[in-house]
């Protein structure tokens, strides 16, 4: 799975804040993962994004559904379509 979410991280570094607002990820930790990796906006969002499926995404039965609902909120219909198929199996 990891390839998969650095792959996306790659796609939405801008609005990576955003996407973790979405996915229900504190302000708290948005900030930490800022502070942690201020000097890299495409490794800002692979952390968040692994600490989403580490703490939300693999728990739960609909995470396609979550992670697809969230790239659509923030208006990135072309990601929600890439990575949330069959191929994220």
Not at 57 to 71: C, F, N, Q, T
Request: net charge negative; glycine share 4%; hydrophobic share 35%.
């Amino acid at each position: 799975m990891s390839i998969h979410l650095q792959k996306l991280a790659y796609k939405v570094p801008k609005d990576w804040d955003k996407l973790a607002r979405h996915l229900r990820i504190s302000d708290e930790k948005i900030d930490e993962i800022f502070l942690n990796n201020r000097h890299d906006v495409c490794e800002q969002a692979y952390r968040m994004l692994k600490y989403w499926w580490s703490n939300y995404g693999k728990h739960v039965h609909s995470w396609r559904e979550d992670l697809g609902k969230a790239l659509r909120e923030i208006d990135r219909h072309d990601l929600a379509e890439e990575f949330t198929g069959d191929v994220l199996l």
